[in-house]
């Protein structure tokens, strides 16, 4: 019997234009722009595990460019919120399943990411959360999976992961989870019957 529903994050339930966001944000910032990328591209598995915070980040941003950036949270948050958009159908399913079933969000991403997502309050949609960032785990090592299914007292067989990424969905299988790759809200309503879930 299915107990929980765990839910990546990025290109799920939310989509966000990293490269236009990083754009904008060093334009603003007068920061080169390939410096940005550049930085989150060599740092990406230290941002991601949160070794490397957002503070951190900053930092070195200033280092950089030799001057104080004291606007730099309040212009990555403007340009983050223009940047993203929320799945809402797919939030209305989640809504309908946590009358039934605790869905959580199992996810990798950067504390950047997260400061976005904690303004737009989109973890209160769901029933708990296991971001890499914070966690100092990410998909696919199985303590990340073992993790989620401790915050959702859950067995393996009892668990459904939904994600867009193949190395993430056969990471989780691996362990006896069972798995939608997320392309679209129907396919996922329909591969969630398939499953005997109550949408």
């Known amino acids: ?9 990025g290109g799920v339930v939310v989509h966000t234009d990293f490269d236009a966001l990083y754009a904008k944000f060093a334009s603003r910032m007068r920061i080169p722009p390939e410096f ?17 915070t957002w503070k951190h980040f ?3 941003m200033e280092k950089a460019v030799g001057r104080p950036l004291p606007t730099f949270n309040k212009i990555w948050l403007e340009e983050g ?10 939030l209305e399913i989640i809504a ?3 009358k ?3 869905v959580g969000v199992v996810t990798n991403l950067t504390e950047g990411r997260w400061l976005i997502d904690k303004k ?3 973890y209160a949609n769901f029933d708990y959360t296991v971001l890499s960032c914070r966690d100092h785990l990410k998909k696919p090592d199985p303590a990340f999976y073992h993790l989620a299914l401790t915050k959702a007292s859950a067995k393996p067989d009892e668990a459904i992961f939904v994600d867009n990424k193949t190395e993430y969905i056969v990471g989780a299988e ?14 996922l309503l329909k591969n969630l019957q398939q499953f005997g879930v109550s949408v």
């Open 120 to 122: 737009t309050k989109i």
């Open 81 to 90: 919120l223009k940047a993203r958009t929320n799945n809402e159908p797919l």
């Open 1 to 9: 019997m299915i107990k929980t529903i765990m839910f990546d994050m």
């Open 174 to 187: 691996e362990l006896g989870i069972k798995t939608i790759m997320y392309s679209d809200n129907a396919h």
């Open 36 to 52: 940005v990328t550049n930085y989150r591209d060599k740092h990406a598995p230290d941002l991601t595990l949160g070794q490397t």
């Open 96 to 98: 309908t399943l946590r």
């Open 58 to 60: 900053q930092k070195d």
């Open 100 to 102: 039934h079933y605790s």
